[in-house]
């Protein structure tokens, strides 16, 4: 007998199935169905090795959008050993990454990590405002013409 202690080694997506059988017994159906919804259609483009946007976010409230992203994780990993990062941004948007056991053990790494959610935070409030900033700028003279 080795002292190896780590997860048994089980089919790809065992791990995916377990988790997502604990939700169905956990959650109200309605939002299992929302949540599996999301999952189906992540797991088809994935599948197909396309890149896209699953289109979700007023059905999926935060909760539920953090088992949404826990899915994925086993999903792309087949491991649940995964841990949640969480960064509180200046605007008070709410920000997390999955990392590994590894990463979740190095305080530096960790830092490296929300550092780079907050990077991430500001160029998309960036774009997003440059992209208002066009809408309204494309509405008005619209309204012009």
């Keep these: 007998m080795n002292g190896d202690h780590s997860e048994p080694e089980l089919e790809p997506h065992a791990h ?7 939700l169905r017994a956990r959650l ?9 919804g999301a999952v189906r259609e992540a797991a ?12 979700a976010s007023e ?11 826990t899915v994925l994780t086993i999903l792309a990993t087949g491991r649940l ?14 920000l997390s990454a999955m990392v590994d056991p590894d990463a979740a053990e190095d305080p530096a790494r960790l830092e490296e990590i929300r550092g780079f959610l907050q990077r991430w ?10 992209l208002d900033g ?4 494309s509405d008005c ?5």
């Design 81 to 94: 050993d995964h841990h949640r990062v969480e960064v509180t941004a200046d605007d008070g948007s709410r």
């Design 121 to 130: 935070h500001l160029k998309k409030r960036a774009v997003e405002e440059q």
């Design 141 to 145: 003279g619209g309204a012009d013409a």
């Design 59 to 69: 059905e999926l409230h935060p909760d539920l959008h953090q088992e949404f992203t």
């Design 134 to 137: 066009i809408a309204r700028a």
């Design 28 to 36: 109200p159906e309605e939002q299992f169905g929302i949540l599996a």
């Design 16 to 22: 995916l199935a377990l988790y997502l059988e604990t």
């Design 44 to 55: 088809a483009l994935l599948a197909g090795g396309r890149e896209g946007i699953v289109d």
